[in-house]
């Protein structure tokens, strides 16, 4: 019952829910909001009833809303209603929604006359309605009565404010028509939250309540006071007629023919009324709609612009055809290899720029993670110089030794390499595991044949772990030939002459001082929060100091660190910290920056404090050793050296740190070079050669080729919703061209009203002025009959002029007074004054005075016989 409009928008908008709800979609149409604000007892709830076009909502006098009612029409094939507070029941009786409405407002906030931000939900679904959301809020109220606190209207409009302020609600201001406009809170109200007027319209009711003699056609004109989208009068039933039982039908009967009947309405009755109110909100909707139309349209476009590729090899798709999964196999071991060779040796497509992988992360291994792994293994400075002393004494016997002996020193230098083994496998185990991760990436494209992808990734990895142990085992075998063999006639190596004369400190002199040996981001963690807490700074470090400063510019120095006696120690990460961190300490037990014995460097991945660890090795600065030094001093207590022994002790000393540092340069030169051809290069050659006929011999081509469920699935899946795409573009076209779009008007001068201001302004309903009224309200224009004589009053500052009283008299010169309106004229001229002699000539027309809207006028009939 009642809503045209709205049932002409819904087969456009279900038809375009269904299209999308077809490719598994929601249509984000947001069709705004209708919110109703207006005074108490203005009409609201009825201007509400109206539009939905049922009976529902409780009517009286005084306060009867008194919790905002949230109502969300949902389009259905049958008709109820279900509140959110009760969902299990369904009402199909319109009077029990009311009655439950009241009972639920009651419960809240009482029998007497209290009110409650809390809303209550309704939903009503029906075949006559758009998936559309009603707010009906309570009366702005300024005197408290019963239990209503005293700030009630402050409360109300809180209240409004909450539901009004979202860009996607249409605004109805209601102010009835017996009421001043010009103190419409509700048009206030819209006037905050919606400035340019794009969503406010003027709804007046009660036009049938107001004097006899008056009426509100130079408001509903747009005249008086104007809105951008003007004003909608409206003729609601009432409340005898809602007693009687007038239904809804019969009370627009009613309205249509007050509007055509009544002779300041009736020549624009087709802009009046409820169904004109509800043609245009189907309107905005439409707009709305439309507005919405284009990015939806470029939405599907580009979904189905993606899908074409796929789709153009799933047409003539056939699974069970054997020369088609042949010809996948291929293609799929083929990529599989491109993949992997890729990954190892990089390539600038596809480049991941969020963290290190493949290939990069196996050069981080060789030239990083396992030169720090080395210099881990190092000798400590005093238990070497034990070790030396004893091989010299043992080797000497019972007696004592007048030369140095080269027994010594092979010891030593064997025991030394002995210590490789461990770090060189454990760089094996890394590449391999980092391998493995290669593998596992590259099989994710297989994903689409399971039991492929499965046995490739079974085959591959059993070849990696055959190599494993190859590779292990020529490592072994080149420290085997180290041990087997001490080559004292090294070109780099020193010799027992040198040996004699070098000094220990002068060997660990670091090669080039200004050397920059890294630059980077770093944050100094254990700066107590009375300093300023952990701060990050930009360090450099060279291969003699560390210095940090407040940025990458490199201008204000903060600090610099000599690198002398420096170590290296891990720090526990934090509880609360998702840092990692490693401090550097003084081993002469001194403070290393300002009242710390160590700084602590935090980084944002355990992998930076790799990286920062190894830059240091570069640098000289070596990792802590694990047992306490205060241990050793105690130990190399127990025994002393005489000065011909010491002696001894420094030259095999210098001996060995030359022969062990030449070895070290052979086997980080070697070990990746190892690793490379017999694991790495070689997994390469298999997987290109080899790896389509282990695949052959493993299964038949068909158990390998079967495609998984999810796959299946999902080309059923793009196809359907390929050709959804499709229907819902035509859709989209069809909505496009059955339906127009109206334009926004132009805005008006609407300075009149004022957020939150006092609201002076002429009264928009014509009534008799029978007396002199005060300056601020001049009288309203009068319609055609019989009166006292009228005063006119000029406000134009403190002297006002007041002419002579001009009877009145009941004629056709009145119609000319109506028809030639001084509020009529535009506004094009605000600054100039209405000056209004006192006597005019028969013949002369009188000056129109510019219709201000906070400036009133002379209302002065034109009667030229009074001067004849």
């Known amino acids: 019952m009642g809503n045209r409009g709205m049932e002409e928008l819904i087969p456009l908008v279900n038809k375009l829910q269904d299209a999308f709800s077809s490719i598994g979609q929601s249509c984000h149409l947001d069709l705004p909001q209708i919110a109703v604000v207006g005074g108490q007892s203005a009409g609201k709830s009825s201007v509400l009833e109206n539009f939905v076009g049922r009976d529902f909502l409780p009517r009286g006098s005084g306060i009867v809303t008194r919790r905002p009612l949230i109502l969300q029409l949902i389009f259905s094939k049958t008709e109820y209603a279900e509140f959110l507070h009760c969902k299990s029941k369904k009402f199909t009786d319109f009077d029990e929604v009311r009655q439950e409405i009241e009972s639920e407002t009651d419960r809240v906030t009482g ?19 758009l998936n559309l959301t009603l707010i ?32 996607s609600s249409l605004i109805l201001a209601v102010t009835p028509a017996n009421m001043d406009l010009a103190n419409s809170d509700a048009l206030k109200m819209a006037k905050e939250v919606d400035p340019q007027g794009l969503r406010t319209i003027g709804v007046m009711t009660k036009l049938d309540l107001m004097d006899e003699g008056t009426d509100a056609r130079d408001v509903l004109e747009n005249k008086l006071l104007p809105l951008r989208r003007g004003y ?13 039982k007038k239904d809804i039908r019969a009370a627009l009967a009613a309205e249509r023919k007050f509007f055509l009947s009544h002779p300041a309405y009736r020549h624009m009755a087709d802009r009046m009324g409820t169904p004109h109110l509800q043609k245009v909100l189907n309107q905005q909707l439409t707009n709305h709609i439309r507005e919405t139309l284009p990015s939806l349209r470029s ?15 799933y047409k003539n798709f056939r699974p069970d055809d054997p020369t088609r999964k042949t010809k996948a196999l291929l293609q799929m071991v083929q990529q599989f290899a491109v993949d992997f060779e890729k990954r190892i040796e990089g390539s600038g497509d596809q480049v991941d720029t969020l963290e290190l992988s493949g290939g990069a992360r196996i050069n981080r291994i060789f030239h990083e993670r396992f030169p720090f792994e080395l210099v881990k293994m190092e000798f400590d400075e005093k238990d070497l110089r034990r070790e030396i002393s004893y091989a010299i004494k043992n080797i000497h016997g019972v007696r004592t030794g007048l030369f140095t002996p080269d027994m010594a020193f092979e010891a030593i230098v064997k025991k030394q390499i002995i210590k490789l083994k461990e770090p060189s496998l454990k760089c094996v185990d890394l590449v391999v595991s980092e391998l493995a991760m290669v593998i596992k990436k590259c099989a994710e494209k297989l994903g689409s044949y399971p039991r492929l992808r499965e046995e490739t990734e079974r085959i591959v990895t059993t070849y990696i772990r055959e190599r494993e142990g190859k590779t292990k085992d020529q490592i072994l075998l080149l420290i085997d030939i180290e041990l087997s063999y001490i080559n004292t006639n090294h070109e780099d190596f020193i010799g027992f002459a040198n040996a004699q004369q070098r000094n220990t400190q002068a060997n660990k002199k670091r090669a080039i001082p200004n050397q920059v040996i890294r630059r980077g981001w770093l944050t100094i963690n254990n700066i107590s929060i009375m300093k300023g807490g952990s701060k ?30 420096l170590k290296i120690r891990d720090v526990e990460k934090g509880f609360m910290s998702n840092k990692h961190v490693f401090a550097i300490f003084n081993t002469e037990q001194r403070n290393v920056y300002k009242d710390l014995r160590q700084i602590e460097l935090a980084c944002d991945s355990q992998e930076d ?3 920062w660890k190894a830059s240091f090795l570069r640098a000289g600065v070596y990792p802590e050793k694990d047992q306490a030094e205060n241990e050793e001093g105690v130990q190399e207590n127990t025994f002393s050296m005489d000065p011909q022994l010491e002696r001894q002790v420094e030259t095999i000393r210098n001996l060995v740190d030359s022969y062990v540092g030449i070895i070290n340069k052979s086997i980080r030169d ?7 051809h017999l694991m790495i290069n070689n997994t390469k050659d298999f997987i290109h050669s080899e790896l389509l006929a282990y695949l052959y011999s493993s299964a038949d081509q068909n158990s390998l080729m079967e495609e998984s469920a999810d796959q299946a699935q999902r080309r059923d899946d793009m196809l359907r919703m390929y050709h ?4 819902a573009l035509h859709i989209i076209g069809d909505i496009s061209t059955s339906t127009v779009s109206t334009p926004v008007p132009p805005p008006v001068d609407d300075t009149w009203l004022q957020p939150g201001g006092s609201g002076h302004s002429p009264t928009p309903q014509r009534r008799p002025a029978s007396t002199v009224l005060p300056p601020g309200r001049p009288p309203a224009v009068r319609g055609p009959m019989p009166g006292p004589p009228l005063i006119p009053v000029l406000s134009a500052g403190p002297s006002s002029f007041v002419a002579p009283p001009i009877p009145s008299r009941p004629g056709p010169q009145s119609a000319f007074v109506a028809n030639n309106d001084p509020f009529a004229a535009p506004p094009q001229i605000p600054s100039r004054p209405a000056r209004v002699p006192p006597g005019v000539p028969p013949g002369v027309p009188s000056r129109r005075p510019p219709a201000a809207p906070n400036r009133p006028t002379i209302i002065r009939p034109a009667e030229p016989s009074l001067l004849d």
């Open 609 to 611: 404090v790799d990286s």
């Open 232 to 244: 909608i009068g409206v003729v609601n039933r009432s409340q005898k007629d809602i007693d009687g």
């Open 111 to 129: 029998t007497n006359k209290g009110i409650s931000p809390i809303p209550i939900n309704l939903r009503v679904y029906s075949p006559h309605v």
């Open 724 to 727: 959804a795409l499709k229907e």
């Open 136 to 167: 009906d809020l309570p009366g702005i109220t300024k005197v408290p009565v019963g239990d209503q606190p005293q700030d009630i209207e402050y409360q109300i409009k809180d209240m409004i404010l909450q539901f009004i302020s979202r860009e």
């Open 299 to 313: 939405k599907l476009q580009s979904q189905l612009l993606s899908l074409e590729k796929e789709v153009e090899e």
């Open 536 to 565: 990050e700074y930009w360090f450099i470090l060279t291969a003699e100091s560390l210095s940090w400063y407040k940025d990458e510019e490199e201008k204000e120095k903060k600090y610099m660190l000599p690198l002398d006696n």
């Open 670 to 676: 070697l070990m990746p070079k190892t690793i490379m």
